[in-house]
């Protein structure tokens, strides 16, 4: 699947995986964190365990300085991947689901802008997990079709965006809606 910027005919491939998103190889992996920064469950736990103490020091650090009060949602920041495949974590913080607001411009806003920062730290290879779908309960059609949307029509020098499925479903779900 292409998408990306049309000035420099630079181009961008949505690749599908399913598994673990911290046995994925990529140049920045994105972390589906918590305004805290500080760790969580899910995929954010998985991030932490297999980055090791240095991705909690980087996090630490950061809310000691330049984020006092926290990621504010739909924001991305980066810190070392520590022990993992990658060279940067970049974590954001998607919108819990909401039945009376519509928070999708959120959760689009958590993709496109962790996918400004790759292009800003010269990431060309990223991964993603499916933000918000997991403790932040949004129902996973909805959550592939945002990611899906946000990440096939975003401007950026990122040559390979992975979508990591957790599952067999989620794996079904993203490819039917990359082929749409
Ligand atoms: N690799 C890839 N995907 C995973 C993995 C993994 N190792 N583990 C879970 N998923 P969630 P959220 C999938 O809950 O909804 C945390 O506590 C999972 O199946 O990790 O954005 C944070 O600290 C689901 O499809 O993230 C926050 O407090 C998707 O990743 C909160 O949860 C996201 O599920 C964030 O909630």
Redesign the pocket.
Known sequence: VRGGRDDDQATTSIRVVRG???AVHADAIIN???SSLL????????IHRAGGPAVLDACKTLRATTLPDGLAVGAAVATTAGNLPAQWIIHTV?PRHSTTEDRTDLLRSAYTRSLTLADSLGARTVAF????????GWPRHDAVNVAVDAVTTATTDVDVVTL?A?DDE?ATLIRRALTR
């Open positions: 673990d998103i911290t589906a964190a918590n760790g969580g469950g899910g995929v954010d736990g998985a998607g997990p499916l933000i918000s779908a997991g403790a932040y990591v957790y989620t």
